[in-house]
């Protein structure tokens, strides 16, 4: 079973970095065809995909947010961090981790499972 | 950059209706679109992937069908659990999208 979990500030000032930790179980980013994406949410708005790691660190970002964000992983913890620069309060949304496998079934392929989502609110 | 355009933005229905939602693409996606359902407070859950094919346990009355710019989710017979918003994706090109979003309310 594939789970995963989003962990860091709830609350960030203006021009602050945020960074988030994605903590997952049942599968591994040393396994390839695995990745993990990130995606955001702000309060009653639609869903934005903005960055994405792969097994092999190659690694995709939003044209929008490129030059802000920063995504690593640390295979050994099964971990992926996410740093954004320059917070603003239009940042402000619920952050998802998701999980996606490129090499495995077509439906794996997909963002599936997600976390339950972490709301960062960025305001002084 | 791929625009995904759901419609209509509120379908309000009644249990043991039929939903039809609707998501255009602003160019060709083939088949890489998939549906997501997404509950108040909830992650959003995989429903249909591949334009057409449903997503392991998710119940037979929901279907999916399109190619191309032009997808349908349908919900055959709605349950009380399926009220929910409802948003497509496209993983054909970069960056990755998603539609704005079908809110389904009875």
């Avoid at chain 1, 970002?61 to 640390?74: A, C, F, G, I």
């Avoid at chain 1, 917070?87 to 392929?109: K, L, N, Q, R, W």
């Avoid at chain 2, 994706?89 to 704005?100: C, I, K, L, M």
């Amino acid at each position: 079973q594939i789970t995963l979990k989003e962990s860091g500030p709830t609350l960030v000032k203006p021009t602050q970095t945020l960074t988030l930790t994605c903590s997952f179980s049942g599968f591994s980013l040393s396994t390839s065809g695995a990745g993990v994406g990130w995606i955001r949410q702000p309060p009653g708005k639609a869903l934005e995909w903005f960055a994405l790691l792969y097994w092999d660190d190659d690694k995709r970002y939003s044209p929008s947010l490129k030059n802000r964000l920063t995504v690593t992983k640390d295979t050994s913890k099964n971990q992926v961090v996410l740093t954004m620069t320059n917070m603003d309060p239009v940042d402000t949304a619920t952050y998802y981790c998701a999980h996606f496998d490129d090499y495995g079934i077509s439906e794996a392929a997909w963002f599936d499972p997600w976390g339950q989502g972490i709301l960062v609110t960025v305001s002084s | 950059e791929i625009v995904l355009t759901q419609s209509p933005a509120t379908l309000s229905l009644s249990p043991g209706e039929r939903a039809t939602l609707s998501c255009r693409a602003s160019q060709s996606v083939s088949n890489y679109l998939a549906w997501y359902q997404q509950k108040p407070g909830q992650a959003p859950r995989l429903l249909i992937y591949d334009a057409s094919n449903r997503a392991t346990g998710v119940p037979a009355r929901f279907s999916g069908s399109g190619s191309g710019t032009d997808f349908t989710l349908t919900i055959s017979s709605l349950e009380p659990e399926d009220f929910a918003v409802y948003y497509c994706q496209q993983r054909s090109n970069w960056p990755r999208t998603f539609g704005q979003g079908t809110k389904v309310e009875i």
